[in-house]
């Protein structure tokens, strides 16, 4: 069979909830507007911009934690507002899902910082929200900071904190996809049947890091489980990455490199 089909490029903005993601300092520019994230109307008129443009999707990073290294303080982070102030990127997703039909948004979620129940509640929530728009970056942390906000002396180790993603994931899997039937739901008002009690099932999971016996609070979304992006970059994060991610960031400045990752 001869191949046709032309490639296709998925276009995704990158942003960040918070005045400067990486391109620190571009808050002084005078056209800038980038001190109005804590607005609604700042994103929801992003989120239409791109999506006029034909973008696919925005994609918004987050950490849990400060930038408190350099200079042994956060003085300089304070000044610039390099990702401090910075908030929730989750709590945008409505309002943006709202005023497009066809944007997608990848939301960064610390899972470290997380309890899996509740994450993969809120995210299955989002799910049926945006109509399956949506899109979970996994990432593991690398901030002492944030250890000490949340009451702990510091990172775990790196391959340990992979260990307990792994964990998290499959948790969540069951959640996402092991709970609920695809008809489950009913909506049967003339025989007062909303749900199926026959199509929902207990979960049960006695594990290292977590353990979980019940069912899952939310039927099942668009996608059940988000699309899920990963940047892991070592050996241990490659391999979680390319167990789980459907969109997997890498970087190099040649093609070939980029062929060596991507093999
Ligand atoms: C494009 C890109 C985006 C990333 N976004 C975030 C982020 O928003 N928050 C975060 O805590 N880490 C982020 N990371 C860091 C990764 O989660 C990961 O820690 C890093 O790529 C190193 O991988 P490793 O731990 O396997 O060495 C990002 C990495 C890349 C390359």
Redesign the pocket.
């Given at each position: 069979m001869t191949q046709t089909t032309a490639k296709k490029i998925l276009l995704n903005a990158f942003d960040m909830n918070c005045v400067g993601h990486i391109n620190h300092g571009l808050w002084t520019h005078p056209r800038d507007q980038s001190h109005r994230f804590n607005e609604l109307n700042y994103w929801t008129e992003l989120a239409q911009t791109l999506e006029q443009g034909l973008f696919d999707g925005l994609f918004l990073?987050?950490?849990t934690g400060v930038y408190d290294v350099y200079q042994n303080g956060i003085e300089l982070t304070l000044k610039e507002s390099i990702q401090l102030p910075s908030h929730d990127p989750s709590t945008l997703i409505s309002a943006m899902a709202l005023v497009t039909q066809n944007l997608s948004f990848g939301v960064?979620v610390?899972l470290s910082y997380e309890q899996p129940y509740q994450f993969a509640r809120r995210f299955a929530s989002l799910d049926h929200l945006t109509q399956g728009r949506l899109g979970w970056?996994i990432?593991?942390?690398?901030l002492d900071s944030a250890e000490r906000l949340i009451g702990q002396k510091g990172l775990k180790d790196?391959d340990a904190r992979y260990d307990q993603a792994e964990e998290f994931l499959q948790l969540c899997y069951q959640y996402w996809e092991g709970s609920w039937e695809n008809d489950a739901l009913k909506k049967d008002k003339q025989q007062r049947v909303f749900t199926d009690p026959n199509k929902v099932h207990l979960i049960n999971h006695q594990g290292q890091y977590y353990q979980s016996q019940g069912v899952f609070q939310v039927a099942p979304s668009v996608q059940r489980t988000p699309t899920l992006f990963q940047?892991?970059?070592?050996p241990?994060?490659?391999q979680f990455a390319t167990r789980h991610a459907e969109c997997i960031?890498i970087?190099g400045d040649q093609p070939e490199k980029i062929r060596q990752q991507v093999n």
């Open positions: 990073a987050d950490i960064t610390n970056n990432v593991t942390g690398y790196h940047a892991g970059a070592s241990k994060g490659l960031f970087g």
